[in-house]
Nanobody
Framework: QVQLVESGGGLVQAGGSLRLSCAASGGTFSRYVMGWFRQAPGKEREFVAAISWSGGNRYYTDSVKGRFTISRNNARNTVDLQMNSLKPEDTAVYYC??????????????????WGQGTQVTVSS
């Protein structure tokens, strides 16, 4: 059983930056593909980014490419999401998720077994 705890959300003006962090415990972290998802009010949860077990493969949804960077530290059991050039449409609750296995490219919530509680990101215009 893997437990995930996100941190780093908050309120930022458009064009600003935030760094989200997710700390994992209770499992062998390097055996999981890690992902970030987000959910805005009234919308479905959507894929943001994913990273393979080694960090060698990274995937992003089109709307965040060039602005967001996902990274992981297997020694510290953490996965981060650096968000730059934030836009009001990035406003959402952001969730960290873990999927057992080694191949990345997993972009649907159903492919992930473990979830954090979420952290709110609000971007003002």
């Amino acid at each position: 059983q893997v437990q995930l705890v996100e941190s780093g959300g908050g309120l930022v003006q458009a064009g600003g930056s935030l760094r989200l962090s997710c700390a994992a415990s209770g499992g062998t972290f390097s055996r999981y593909v890690m992902g970030w998802f987000r959910q805005a009010p009234g919308k479905e949860r959507e894929f943001v980014a994913a990273i393979s077990w080694s960090g060698g493969n990274r995937y992003y949804t089109d709307s965040v490419k060039g602005r967001f960077t996902i990274s992981r530290n297997n020694a510290r059991n953490t996965v981060d999401l650096q968000m730059n050039s934030l836009k009001p449409e990035d406003t959402a609750v952001y969730y960290c998720a873990a999927s057992p296995g080694f191949t990345a490219g997993r972009k649907t919530p159903d492919e992930y077994d473990y979830w954090g509680q979420g952290t709110q990101v609000t971007v003002s215009s």
